[in-house]
């Protein structure tokens, strides 16, 4: 019998346009001789399925059902989708929890944590091999003071919010004269930011997932972009940014790295698919943490379905393993 999937996209950000593009790619890849998949967009006022004639049919939120020509259809699964806020900050996970519904990503408190870069970083530290950058973390625009910053960090730094995501509102700050604005543009894009010294090197990305409770790790994807970070346009703009997949590393480097990913997946209790982004410096290839994304993004060309075809593997496998593991 075949179970139906709640492909779950949208979401309350400027991120919901990515948010649709990856679910229009998992639709495509999840198979439908084993799933019904149905594709459900959450907006601030409505969440809603759009029928064959396009006409919209509300979601009951008491059990997440959607009732079709007479049929009240219930969820089998829930592939979310969602990138920001409410799906990779915890809150719909805490609702699927509460009314016993499997999801495809981490849990409502990991998704929380990991939302929080700063609070994330602090977790990670302890592991061996893993390196941090020194931050500072504000929690309002009345807290920060310019001269507390630059008695703890030294320049160039980034100033992004705190518990963001797709490079929003992100700045690369070379001269101090500077700061003040870069403050400003992230405290618009969210109630806390982080400042962080910058690390020189290499910048890698790298899936990583559970399936029949072993945990996986992806090829590597080195990002070089043309921009002087790997900010929103250089990430969504084509011909900004080259993707190497699998990156060019020694295998000793590689090793390493897919051991540090797997007790970072581990130590933070991730779940599903996550995306972790690192730099190594240039002078001791030391692995210095940037951020993990609970749900990274699924377009044709993004960084995870990069790496699935190159371990070999199709997207209709992955996307169905992680679904069978959710319910499972």
Excluded at 46 to 56: A, M, Q
Excluded at 194 to 218: H, K, N, P
Excluded at 305 to 312: K, L, Y
Excluded at 316 to 327: D, S
């Amino acid at each position: 019998m075949k179970k139906n999937i709640a492909l779950v996209a949208g979401g309350f950000t400027g991120e919901s346009v990515v948010s649709l593009n990856s679910a229009k790619t998992v639709e495509k890849h999840l198979n439908k001789s084993k799933y019904n998949v149905y594709n459900i967009i959450l907006e601030r006022d409505r969440w809603y399925y759009n029928d064959v004639n396009n006409e919209i049919v509300l979601i009951d939120k008491n059990d997440f059902s959607l009732t079709l020509n007479g049929e009240k259809i219930k969820f089998d699964c829930a592939f979310i989708i969602i990138h920001g806020i409410p799906g990779e900050d915890g809150k719909l996970q805490g609702y699927f929890d509460m009314i016993g519904l499997p999801y495809t990503s981490c849990d409502s408190t990991s998704s929380a944590l990991t939302m929080n870069k700063g609070y994330t970083k602090q977790v990670v530290a302890a592991i061996e091999q893993l390196h941090v950058a020194k931050s500072v973390q504000l929690f309002s625009l009345a807290s920060y003071a310019q001269d507390r910053i630059i008695e703890k960090l030294k320049l160039p730094v980034f100033v992004k919010p705190n518990n963001g995501g797709s490079s929003i509102g992100m700045s690369k700050v070379s001269d101090w004269a500077d700061l003040d604005v870069a403050v400003e543009k992230a405290f618009n894009e969210g109630s806390e930011v982080l400042i962080e010294e910058f690390i020189s090197g290499r910048e890698f990305t790298v899936g990583v997932y559970r399936v029949e409770g072993e945990t996986r790790v992806l090829p590597i994807t080195e990002v070089i972009t043309t921009k002087e970070f790997f900010d929103y346009e250089a990430k969504y703009v084509p011909g900004l940014t080259n993707e190497v997949t699998p990156a060019q590393l020694d295998e000793h480097i590689v090793e390493r790295v897919e051991e540090i990913v797997k007790q970072a997946y581990i130590q933070l209790n991730c779940k599903g698919m996550v995306r972790i982004d690192f730099i190594l410096d240039k002078l001791h290839h030391d692995f210095y943490f940037i951020e993990v994304n609970t749900i990274p993004g699924q377009s044709e060309n993004s960084i995870i379905p990069q790496q699935v075809r190159a371990a070999g593997l199709t997207l209709e496998y992955f996307y169905g393993a992680l679904v069978e593991e959710a319910i499972r």
